[in-house]
T-cell receptor, first 117, second 111 residues
């Protein structure tokens, strides 16, 4: 069974640019969540999608956005990049359903490491 | 609000035991534990559900005190492969689909 796939793995951007990151969940997983990981802040929740709907959002500015497609693949976009956006962006998929019952673990991808110069 | 983990870091010799604690200021409905090795993705270890059900790793155990809003991860007879950063994750909270992760505990096992 293929795991969670994130692309690209590494990227370098300059301040003011925008970036789009992609995540393909495990087949059958309809919940996809995104996290920002930095040494100082740890793993911070960005947003979660289920059936193309964003169900919750973390405390990040509006420059951070995402979407989910009908095949459960998800993308996140960061516009007007700032130096502080440099981080590892992790995507995770799970069997978390409509009823909020925690049906199991999060399966993480290896992440996209973004460096903003 | 992020759950607070303690200790922040710990160094062990192979065969020693360790306990990692996770404390939340909000009511817990479930607690996940993950281990992340350097340069790798976090990997699931254990989930503890309200009511006492546990699912997870054979050689690692955990407890969940709902009243105290705390969870502890017990690593017995540590192996070199246990090295990494351990995160507790709480959620999803009632009414949300958020997972909130703890501050992390760096564990290093020495030969």
């Amino acid at each position: 069974k293929a795991g969670v796939t994130q692309t690209p793995r590494y990227l370098i951007k300059t301040r003011g640019q925008q970036v789009t990151l992609s995540c393909s969940p495990i087949s059958g997983h309809r919940s996809v969540s995104w996290y920002q990981q930095t040494p100082g802040q740890g793993l911070q929740f960005l947003f979660e999608y289920f059936s193309e709907t964003q169900r919750n959002k973390g405390n990040f500015p509006g420059r951070f956005s995402g979407r989910q497609f009908s095949n459960s693949r998800s993308e996140m976009n960061v516009s007007t990049l700032e130096l502080g956006d440099s981080a590892l962006y992790l995507c995770a998929s799970s069997l978390l359903g409509r009823d909020r019952v925690n049906t199991g673990e999060l399966f993480f991808g290896e992440g996209s490491r973004l460096t903003v110069l | 609000q992020q759950p607070v983990q303690s200790p922040q870091a710990v160094i062990l010799r192979e065969g020693e035991d360790a306990v990692i604690n996770c404390s939340s200021s909000k009511a817990l409905y479930s607690v996940h534990w993950y281990r992340q090795k350097h340069g790798e993705a976090p990997v699931f270890l254990m989930i503890l559900l309200k009511g006492g059900e546990q699912k997870g790793h054979e050689k690692i155990s955990a407890s969940f005190n709902e009243k105290k809003q705390q969870s502890s991860l017990y690593l017995t007879a540590s192996q070199l492969s246990y090295s990494g950063t351990y995160f507790c994750g709480t959620g999803p909270y009632s009414g949300t689909y958020k997972y909130i992760f703890g501050t992390g505990t760096r564990l290093k096992v020495l030969a």
